[in-house]
């Protein structure tokens, strides 16, 4: 072939590519003319999300072999007409992760398809609990979700309706604003009521007439209404923060005894006593037995122990930590996938292959005298002559199960590093750490 032919040929080759990437520009553009889903390139990613209240993306890949994208894209194609009508309209998008890894970091996508809430550009933290693949449900879903996380209540009847109490009221934990509607405050609750909308022994409301306010004693603050509880007041003088917000109301609104799931996660991570948990299958239909026993006991023992929340916590959503704490399926389906955690160090009863009251309670009370060690997994405790370099007796080799006694030792300074034995340049380091505990040696 000539030269002239290959120009040719080369020519006609970059015609034909711009042609299809003009071809699935206009496409995208096309959808987005006609209400389909809108496309989101990388560069404009937040700035087209920013104008909608509300937006669920989907994070697909370009690859032909995920027929569960193309379904998704398929239902938000018939979705979009039906959100369009509500106002304000509810938009949804698709991104591309292939176009762009960065984005795909930030937002936590580690496959696909993902799909996430936005709200004028900033994203929902809670998970999406939609229909995936049914038009119909993602509608309702979003709908619902549309609309503001908490009821105005306008007459002093309306509120007492929902206020628990001797006389009635809800049998819900009730989150009560009371704020004037101009009161900056007032958006700052919604948005973290927002975040935990989902959950469900949780109603919002707020009010702004002086009636309810004045019978309530209440004004430009919110309160906490517990069943069982004393009510708790937010006393914040700076405004309402996200972090002492979310933190104010995970301590005051959190069952005794509850799921652990990905809704209420983000609170009961966040409370100041110890979360128990127990790990199993959480679907009421296969396991209906078990988790009704389960929950008997855990409230025996929320009772015996107030210091502590109890959760049952679906294994189908944490089987990492389950694994992470050496629990198996046999575990888990005897009910011996147990821990205790806090600030995120982790409890956990050894030696124990059914849910055993007894070494539960056993268990339970030396954790709160501070009997029990955390739990780290571990390789066995080498014997005293096994160090890294063997002979020196200066560089001690650590591992899991004597962490604590050997490098929190309050009475001894300790070096700690860490390294692997396949690394290269953990090993061309250790040379120069046995110089460093040679002439520290007599200290």
Request: glycine share 6%; with cysteine; proline share 5%.
């Amino acid at each position: 072939m000539s030269r002239t032919s290959l120009f040719a040929l080369a020519a006609t080759i970059g015609m034909v590519t711009c042609l299809l990437c003009a071809f699935t520009a206009h496409a995208d553009n096309n959808s987005q003319q006609q209400g389909g889903p809108i496309y989101l390139p990388p560069r404009e990613f937040e700035e087209l999300l920013k104008p909608h209240k509300l937006a669920l993306v989907l994070f697909k890949d370009s690859s032909a072999e995920n027929p569960e994208s193309n379904e998704i894209m398929e239902a938000f194609a018939a979705a979009q007409p039906q959100l369009d009508a509500l106002n304000p309209p509810v938009k949804l998008a698709y991104f591309n992760v292939n176009e762009d890894g960065q984005l795909k970091m930030k937002y936590g996508i580690f496959k696909t398809p993902t799909l996430k809430m936005f709200r004028n550009g900033e994203e929902i933290h809670r998970p999406y609990n939609g229909g995936v693949t049914d038009s119909e449900d993602i509608v309702s879903y979003l709908t619902r979700h549309s609309e503001q996380p908490s009821v105005e209540v306008t007459t002093l009847e309306e509120a007492q309706s929902y206020v628990p109490s001797k006389e009635g009221g809800s049998s819900l934990v009730v989150i009560f604003g009371f704020f004037k509607k101009v009161d900056l405050d007032l958006n700052a609750i919604m948005a973290l009521e927002e975040e935990i909308r989902d959950i469900g022994h949780i109603v919002c409301i707020h009010a702004s007439t002086d009636e309810i306010m004045s019978f309530y004693g209440h004004r430009h603050t919110f309160v906490i209404y517990h069943p069982t509880r004393k009510p708790a007041l937010w006393d914040g003088t700076t405004g309402i923060s996200e972090f002492d917000g979310l933190n104010f109301i995970a301590n005051h609104s959190m069952l005794d005894v509850g799921t652990y799931d990905a809704n209420t996660k983000l609170l009961y991570d966040r409370i100041d006593r110890p979360l128990f948990r127990v790990f199993t299958d959480t679907n009421e239909e296969r396991n209906w037995v078990q988790l009704k026993y389960l929950r008997r006991r855990l409230q025996a023992f929320a009772e015996e122990f107030p210091k502590i929340r109890f959760t049952i916590a679906d294994i189908m959503e944490h089987e990492v930590i389950a694994r992470e704490l050496d629990y198996g399926p046999d575990d888990v389906k005897n009910g011996a996938a147990i821990a205790v955690t806090q600030q995120q160090v982790k409890w956990r009863p050894i030696g124990m292959s059914t849910f055993d009251v007894a070494k539960i309670e056993e268990f339970i009370y030396k954790f709160l005298h501070a009997q029990v060690k955390p739990f780290l997994r571990s390789d066995i405790i080498p014997a005293e002559s096994a160090l890294i370099k063997p002979g020196m007796g200066l560089v001690h080799q650590v591992v899991g199960q004597n962490f604590y006694d050997v490098v929190m030792d309050t009475k001894t300074d300790v070096l700690l590093v860490l390294y692997a034995p396949w690394c290269g340049h953990c090993k061309t380091f250790l040379p120069t750490l046995d110089e460093i505990a040679a002439s520290y040696k007599g200290d």
